[in-house]
């Protein structure tokens, strides 16, 4: 079983950071695409970015340039640092793991799931 855990979330300001750390307990991290989809209030939950395997990354149109997705594989970590934040941004923030390596934006596609963590930007 793969356990997920999320921390850095928030209550920041209109143009502040935040960094997202996910944490999993997994010994092949280095296998896994690993994602970051965010649930607004009152919407579905989103992709917003994903790094695959091999260290390519993709990123939801409205956060490219923003945010940047990475992974540190000897700490079985992924990161989200996010500059430039927008009310727009709020949202509960969830990391999740594809088993099978494919990074792709469904959320169909990744198998295992953190708790979420919030997000809010004030304007």
């Known amino acids: 079983q793969v356990r997920l855990v999320e921390s850095g979330g928030g209550l920041v300001q209109a143009g502040d950071s935040l960094r997202l750390s996910c944490t999993a307990s997994v010994r092949t991290f280095g296998s896994y695409s690993m994602g970051w989809f965010r649930q607004p209030p009152g919407e579905e939950r989103i992709f917003v970015a994903t790094?695959?395997?091999?260290?390519?990354?993709y990123y939801k149109d409205s956060v490219k340039g923003r945010f940047t997705i990475s992974r540190d594989n000897a700490k079985n970590t992924v990161y989200l640092q996010m500059n430039t934040l927008k009310p727009e941004d709020t949202a509960v923030y969830y990391c999740a793991a594809d088993e099978q390596g494919l990074g792709y934006r469904s959320s169909r596609s990744y198998q295992y799931w953190g708790q979420g963590t919030q997000v809010t930007v004030s304007s």
């Open positions: 790094i695959r395997p091999a260290g390519s990354t």
